[in-house]
């Protein structure tokens, strides 16, 4: 697994743009590794979709992405699940319906291949990578597939990387640094 204060690999990937229900091309757009210049990238892994903890993931991520917007990082959560696939979960699922980030159809596995995110059994884990503009991770997590994660975590810790100061344990978002 790619770790902290090593290179983003190139990719290419479908992401699904925030709010996207529909299936036609508009909804979606090929995110690489230059896309968002001058961003922070918060890229969550889940293992699958259509199941049980992913949802609770992409929800608790979500419902955080305007405090990502005002770090100037832009939230991605996916898997290795095709774009349509994404599409009709998110159309199934009340929750999903109101995703306003971005998710991610890794299907040729580049993405979570490049980061070294693959469970043998063919998903992913459940691994968070916080990636500066500069494309240098800056942040990894992972989890084994049957437990979420923490997105106020996520969030907590992305804020503490901006100051470029050093951060207590436990110091909330916008607290004061050492």
């Known amino acids: 697994m790619k770790t902290v204060g090593e290179k983003l690999g190139n990719f290419a990937v479908t992401g699904v743009k925030p709010g996207a229900l529909s299936y036609d091309d508009s909804s979606f757009e090929i995110i690489t590794q230059d896309s968002f210049p001058g961003k922070w990238k918060v890229i969550a892994f889940y293992p699958k ?4 903890v992913c949802p609770t993931e992409i929800v608790a991520y979500d ?3 305007n405090d990502f917007n005002d770090r100037d990082a832009v939230l991605m959560t996916g898997s290795v699940d095709n774009e ?10 009340e929750d999903l319906k109101k995703t306003n980030s971005w998710s991610f159809a890794d299907t040729g596995h580049q993405l979570a291949s490049d980061l070294g995110v693959h469970h043998s059994s063919g998903v992913t884990y ?12 800056q942040h990894v997590t992972c989890n084994n597939l049957d437990v979420g994660r923490n997105a106020d975590e996520a ?7 901006q100051t470029g100061e050093l951060c207590a344990c436990n110091r909330p978002l916008g607290g004061e640094t050492l």
């Open 63 to 65: 419902a955080l992405v």
């Open 155 to 161: 969030l907590r810790v992305l804020d503490a990387l």
């Open 126 to 137: 459940r691994a968070t990578f916080i990636i500066d503009p500069n494309n240098i991770i």
């Open 84 to 93: 349509f696939c994404k599409i009709a979960w998110r159309n199934a699922h």
């Open 49 to 52: 979709d259509f199941t049980f």
